[in-house]
């Protein structure tokens, strides 16, 4: 057999099993799309409005208490706040907030508290290592360096504050 003929017959056998690569894909996709669930756009989005708009609608009144109550309205703002992530932070640590996310969405995803759950998660998901690191380490995955810089300045910053202060 010369050489040409064994070249042509070799690239042939390779664009066959190319193509036949490609419609195997085809294939699988086709398949698998009949089982894959359909996004609810509407009912998500729902769903994601009430559910995010009842929990500001919960702080504001609970801000507005505290304000009637005679604390100022910046820290009743702040206690709120306060409130939000420890509550989201208890949730995501006895596995309910995930649930309230599923049903939720971007709801209770988006606000303060999925930043609180973005925190907590890591650190439940790596405690089987320890508490130093597994805990430790993985508490501050996401947010670390927000919080990192945040902390480090205002400690250094208060240092400094402090030792002006003495003189």
């Not at 769903?47 to 208490?65: H, I, K, P, V």
């Not at 995501?92 to 930043?115: L, M, Q």
């Amino acid at each position: 057999m010369s050489e040409d003929k064994k070249d042509y017959r070799d690239s042939n056998s390779e664009k066959r099993k190319e193509v036949s690569k490609a419609d195997v894909a085809k294939a699988y996709e086709k398949y698998s799309g009949q089982f894959t669930p359909k996004p609810n756009y509407l009912g998500n989005s729902l769903r994601a409005f009430f559910a995010g708009g009842g929990l500001c609608a919960a702080a504001y009144f609970a801000a507005s208490r505290l304000a009637a109550a005679g604390v100022s309205q910046k820290n009743a703002e702040t206690y709120v706040t306060i409130s939000i992530v420890v509550i989201a932070q208890l949730l995501t640590g006895f596995g309910v907030f995930d649930k309230i996310a599923k049903f939720a969405g971007a709801g209770v995803i988006v606000p303060i508290s999925g930043f609180a759950n973005s925190m907590v998660a890591p650190a439940i998901e790596y405690k089987k290592e320890g508490w130093v690191l597994g805990v430790g380490a993985k508490i501050f995955s996401v947010a670390g360096p927000v919080l990192v810089c945040g902390i480090g300045s205002a400690t250094v910053v208060g240092l400094i504050h402090w030792l002006i202060g003495l003189f």
